[in-house]
């Protein structure tokens, strides 16, 4: 059998059957606009570009996925030029112009993740190469991230990453074709010590429930090293398998065990879970070692702090964004958002948002969907209005660069969404770091010979 | 040639065959063309019709078998760390290594038949994947999965080859895998795979499987030892699901735990029973079943439910798209169970008996010419 | 130490407490028809989301839209009004904060009609069918229930709160008269287990002390003499198939403040509850409670920071490595009676 050329290549076969498939490796080359007339994996040929939406609707993180889809489907409507346009004229400086992405009219497709690695990297498998996604976005956990991010360097598709907060997806498992808006677990480290040492003071026992993956054990890192910079001792650190429902075994041994701490490393499900049994143990009534035992979280969105009620109140932990924010850019994406659904966006519908304008920027900036030159667009790319003040997205690890929020749970709630208060905003040069620290390679940025 | 293999066997393999390699084109018109899922329908063949091998010759339901096509995944992703992105030694090894862990689990588990046979293999499972998600993590990556990274050693392949830039991708004796060579690489194996079970049936230890199946007690009157032919039989099985694990990782080199979990061991047993337990081909049809309804029917959405009843009046179809959107889309397991259930009560023996008795319903002349025992296979599982 | 172990007992005799009861249901039935019913944790699911109906229907609310005022992303601000305590005032307020065992009245007839409708509508065709086919029609049912329950009640967990009472945790070393705020464990826990060892023994009493019982137990021993001696134990069975339903039904009621409830959660508790049952022996109503206590004071103290120092992965394997080694030392279980299911 003669050896076919891949990519577009393939999608042709298919339309053409038997003769494509026996066929010889002459492919008609299809030019893409400029000068850059190389086949790259998935080239729009037609007036529709497709995105493709990896998204946990059943799972541990189904409520965030849920939102994540409801924001893309703002942000494509807003690319579109449909409703009333969102963040497009707050981003600055911008190449966004209301009409599509380079005057393609913008579509998607989605798949259902169900919270699992494998089945995210199948669901984007399917969506590049049946689908023709031109980019891949979503995501709700970081095994899923890594995964997909993996993958898509595999095949030359650029992934925009949605909720993955481990230091790894830009530190080491980070990749050329992998791009993270939201913020790490060292930033929430960083950002939240201060505020810690400030409530609790410096003489504290910490002891850590960590969700056993990737995302967990980085978020277990950082926050320890922060809190043992402040002088906290760390009693234990225990791993609880993702997606565990019933905590009670994890959480009889905290109450004797001389801590006054306790660190739920958890996110989503697992969070809403863990945090309301730890109070239905007692464990915000208790005394220990002469202090008032408290719980902290150290990334927490209004959508977990909304499921866990009542016991989310006064706890501390981090967030990328809140929609209480007052720059205009949160401001016209809250009224964006709940004007079409009824309810503010969390942050990871933020961060979906924000990194499918970002992608279409990008390409407009670049003037064509070649994925190397649209890497090369967001590289070192510096901009502001999205509702994080000014922000970079670093070329050495693709990770974006901005403030983060201290919040706490809100005491007195005026409404069902109104769960979170935002206690401080740390500014980016205080949550910089050295790239250089997780280690990791991007790899090249040559779009892969196959697709 | 008779000696060998009867004729019905030889055109059974050669159309096989045939719809095998064609499958890029006969599937194109129903939008499965594509080779990513035609990967999947002669990888989870494979698996159907291994895990075949153990329940529909010996009656020994197995509740664990995706525990062996998990390890297959693992052993055959670090034979493309540690040694070479070449399939063929992953391929091994993911065989081997499965191999032995199913000799391991099915010499405990076979002490027992029936319910508790079945108990036991889930436990096997369970332990497998509870451990493969948490404690095994420096092996299995956890929750994030096994993965390549720029740093694997691959021995063999440095020691040959100058590294290109970037993740390297499965080869086959330095040929690229991936779509479409990778799918005529899967089927060639499903072929293969197809071939022995084939060979495997109607051999003289197939009889005694068969014979294990109806009556055990007598079996063991007649003075034979079962035991290590059933074993046998569940190390030929394990075997097979490592084959196919091996080469979901050849695919796709990304392995998570998940593959592991006992409701994976139920997709098998669901994909044998609906195709026909016991038969050759229905196993493969089992599983083409679904994995075609899973990745087809589930993207199936409202817009498309709108165009596809819109003869009706404006208000039935808008009732209908209602009422079908239930059991398409995200809903398509509902359907998969209600078929499920409903062929194991009314049609025991799957697809391949309503192709059967649909067939006897056109030749009523050679209906009573056909041995009673053959007009309806009913899986009798040893207890 | 010893306000360790014991809370970590406490623990393990709340996690058993579920486990006995779940596995309670599945013996009833397996013992009574001899039928292995993959669909028990369906019934469980079923159950929950029962007390999740009778909780949206306590909860109905009129909601209005104030054009006056603007919901901070600019819309008008809906007021809602709760429909129960607008009829029933104080009433209706006190049947909302304890929806959970309230709902625990609808849940009885409902599980029983599920239970019975299932028995003669379907598993009385599989009496005479190998036990695999059992298996793989209720694996078939559990599987239609549970996307059923998905497509009405959507994929995501729905939490249950507890009645505000009931929350919190009871300092049960203070009850003792020991030091306080060093033995504490969390009020409805405690009231699930108390919950739980009522049920069992009602079913025991009911098993034990009534003619019905003395029937269903003759019956379990010896069916074909029971139905020689005129007597009709099919209908008898039937409503033993209904009676384990709502055992099922009513641990799931009570569960959901623990675990809120979802479409899988039946699926995730099948596989523990089966189990149970093998490790008490197959058709032991003490064994299937002995066991159930036993496997969750096991995972409780194997899921202790010192025991995983020793083995570690011990607390995700040790209900199954007890399963495996009963199964292969001892198969017809701690309780089973010999010769049943022995092979």
């Given amino acids: 059998m003669t050896k076919i050329s891949r990519g577009l290549t393939r999608r042709k076969v298919l339309q053409t059957g038997m003769a494509g498939i026996i066929g010889t490796g002459v492919a008609p080359l299809v030019f893409s606009k400029g000068a850059w007339a190389q086949e790259f994996c998935n080239n729009p040929t037609g ?265 989310v109140k006064g706890i501390y932990g981090t967030s990328n964004w809140h929609w209480n924010l007052q720059d205009p850019g949160s401001i016209a994406f809250t009224k964006s958002f709940g004007a079409a659904y009824g309810s503010p966006p969390s942050q990871a519908a933020h961060t979906a948002y924000v990194q499918t304008l970002l992608y279409a920027d990008a390409v407009e900036r670049a003037g064509t969907f070649y994925p190397p030159e649209v890497i090369k667009a967001l590289e070192g790319h510096e901009f502001e209005g999205m509702g994080n003040g000014p922000t970079l997205y670093r070329a050495e690890d693709h990770q974006c660069i901005k403030s983060v929020l201290v919040v706490q749970g809100n005491e007195s709630p005026t409404s069902e969404f109104d769960v979170l208060n935002v206690v401080k905003e740390v500014d980016r040069e205080t949550v910089t770091y050295d790239p250089a620290i997780f280690g990791g390679e991007l790899g090249p940025a040559e779009p892969a010979p196959v697709c | 040639m008779s000696t060998f293999m009867s004729r019905n066997d030889l055109l059974l393999l050669i159309g096989f065959t045939i719809a095998v390699l064609t499958m890029p084109l006969w599937l194109a018109p129903f939008g499965a063309g594509y080779p990513d899922l035609l990967n999947r329908f002669a990888i989870f063949a494979i698996f159907a019709i291994g895990f075949n091998i153990l329940f529909g010759l010996t009656g020994y339901l197995s509740f664990g078998h995706a525990a062996f096509f998990g390890v297959g995944s693992y052993a055959a992703v670090w034979s493309f760390k540690l040694l070479s992105m070449d399939a063929l030694p992953a391929l091994l090894f993911a065989v081997v290594i499965s191999a032995l862990f199913a000799l391991l689990i099915g010499f405990l588990s076979l002490r027992r038949s029936g319910i508790y046979f079945s108990i036991l293999t889930l436990a096997f499972a369970q332990m497998s994947y509870n451990l493969a998600y948490s404690v095994l993590t420096p092996i299995t990556n956890g929750e994030t999965g096994l993965q390549l990274t720029l740093r694997d050693p691959r021995v063999l392949d440095n020691a040959l080859f100058e590294a290109g830039p970037g993740l390297p991708s499965p080869t086959l004796l330095g040929m690229p895998l991936q779509g479409f060579e990778a799918f005529y690489f899967c089927a060639a194996l499903l072929i293969v795979a197809f071939f022995l079970a084939q060979r495997i049936s109607g051999s003289p230890f197939g009889m005694m499987l068969k014979g294990i199946k109806s009556n055990q007690t007598r079996m063991h009157y007649t003075g034979f030892n079962t035991r290590p032919y059933t074993l046998a039989a569940f190390v030929i099985s394990g075997m097979y699901a490592g084959l196919a694990g091996g080469m979901l990782a050849i695919v796709d080199p990304l392995v998570g735990a998940e593959r592991m979990q006992w409701t994976a061991s139920g997709e098998v047993v669901l994909m044998t029973i609906l195709g026909g337990a016991g038969t050759l081909l229905g196993p493969v049809i089992g599983a083409w079943l679904i994995k075609y309804f899973e990745n087809i029917f589930s993207a199936i959405n409202d817009v498309i439910l709108a165009r596809f009843w819109s003869f009706l009046p404006d208000g039935v179809s808008d009732a209908m798209v209602q009422i079908t959107s239930k059991f398409v889309g995200d809903g398509w397991f509902l359907t998969l169970g209600l078929v499920f259930v409903l062929i194991v009560i009314f049609l025991p023996g799957g697809v391949m008996e309503g192709v059967r008795r649909i067939a006897d319903q056109f030749r009523p002349s050679r209906r009573s010419g056909r041995p009673a025992n053959q007009a309806r296979p009913h899986p009798r599982p040893a207890e | 130490m010893f306000d360790v172990i014991f809370l970590q007992f406490l623990n393990g005799l709340d996690k058993g407490a579920a486990y006995a009861l779940i596995a309670l249901g599945l013996t009833l039935v397996f013992g009574t028809l001899g039928v292995v019913n993959f669909a028990h944790g369906a019934l469980f699911m079923l159950g929950a989301f029962c007390a999740v109906a009778m909780r949206m229907l306590l909860t109905l609310e009129t909601v209005t839209l104030d054009p006056e005022k603007l919901s901070p992303w600019g819309t008008p601000l809906e007021v809602r009004e709760p429909l129960m305590q607008a009829w029933l005032g104080d009433f209706g307020a006190v049947l909302v904060n304890y929806s959970v065992p309230v709902s625990l009245l609808l849940t009885i007839p409902i599980m029983l009609l599920v239970g019975i409708a299932l028995e003669r509508g379907i598993i009385k065709h599989f009496y005479k069918r190998p036990h695999a086919e059992q298996i793989l029609v209720t694996f078939g049912l559990a599987i239609v229930a549970q996307e059923v329950i998905k497509s009405i009640f959507g994929p995501n967990p729905l939490p249950q709160p507890m009645p505000v009472e009931l929350r919190g945790a009871a300092d049960i070393g203070a009850w003792l008269g020991m030091q306080a705020n060093v033995i504490t464990y969390p009020l409805w826990r405690l009231i699930y287990f108390l919950f739980s060892a009522i049920l069992i023994g009602g079913v025991f009493a009911f098993l034990q002390f009534t003619t019905f019982g003395m029937v269903v137990r003759a019956g379990m021993a010896d069916r074909e003499t029971v139905g020689l001696l005129g007597i009709n134990i099919d209908r008898r069975f039937t409503i033993m198939f209904g009676l384990a339903a709502v055992v099922a039904g009513m641990a799931g009621v009570m569960y959901t403040p623990i675990l809120p409830p979802n479409y899988h959660m039946g699926m995730d508790f099948l596989v523990l509850s089966f189990v149970v049952v093998v490790v008490g022996g197959m058709g032991s109503l003490p064994g299937a409670v002995a066991a159930g206590f036993l496997l969750g004071i096991l995972q409780s103290f194997a899921s202790m920071n010192e025991i995983k120092a020793i083995i570690p992965g011990i607390d995700q394997i040790i209900i199954y490595l007890v399963a495996v080694l009963i199964l292969l030392v001892r198969p017809r279980g701690l309780m089973g009676r010999r010769g049943v299911m022995e092979a």
């Avoid at chain 1, 997909?148 to 949605?162: H, P, R, S, T």
């Avoid at chain 1, 905590?247 to 499900?269: E, K």
Wanted: net charge negative.
């Fill in chain 1, 47 to 311: 007036d529709t570009v497709t995105l493709g939406l990896n998204l946990p609707l059943t799972g541990t993180y189904a409520e965030e996925g849920a939102d994540e889809q409801k924001a893309y489907e703002l942000a494509i409507a807003h690319l579109n030029g449909e409703g009333d346009g969102g963040l497009i004229a707050v981003l600055a400086p911008t190449a966004l112009k209301g009409n599509g992405i380079l005057g393609k009219k913008v579509g998607y497709v989605s798949s259902d993740s169900q919270t699992k690695s494998d089945v995210a990297r199948a669901g984007a498998t399917r969506m590049i190469e049946r689908d023709g996604a031109i980019m891949i976005t979503g995501g709700s956990s970081s095994g899923e991230a890594i995964a997909v991010q993996g993958l898509c360097q595999e095949m030359g598709v650029i992934f925009m990453a949605g909720l993955t907060h481990s230091n790894d997806t830009t530190g080491k498992d980070k990749k050329r074709y992998g791009f993270r808006h939201f913020f790490n677990a060292y930033q929430s480290g960083v950002a939240l010590g201060p505020i810690l040492g400030e409530q609790y003071g410096t003489d504290r026992r910490a002891y850590h429930l960590t969700a056993d993956y990737t995302w967990g054990w980085t978020q277990e890192e950082s926050i320890k090293n922060a809190t043992e910079a402040l002088g906290w001792e760390t009693v234990a650190a225990v791993r609880t398998p993702l997606g565990t429902t019933d905590y009670s075994q994890y959480l009889t041994p905290v109450l004797n065990s001389g801590a006054d701490v306790l660190i739920l490393n958890h996110y989503g499900l697992d969070m809403v879970n863990s945090l309301t049994q730890a109070v239905q143990f007692g464990m915000r009534d208790r005394q220990a070692n002469g202090k008032d035992f408290q719980i902290v979280t150290p990334l927490i969105s209004e959508l977990m702090a909304k499921g866990a009620g009542e016991s």
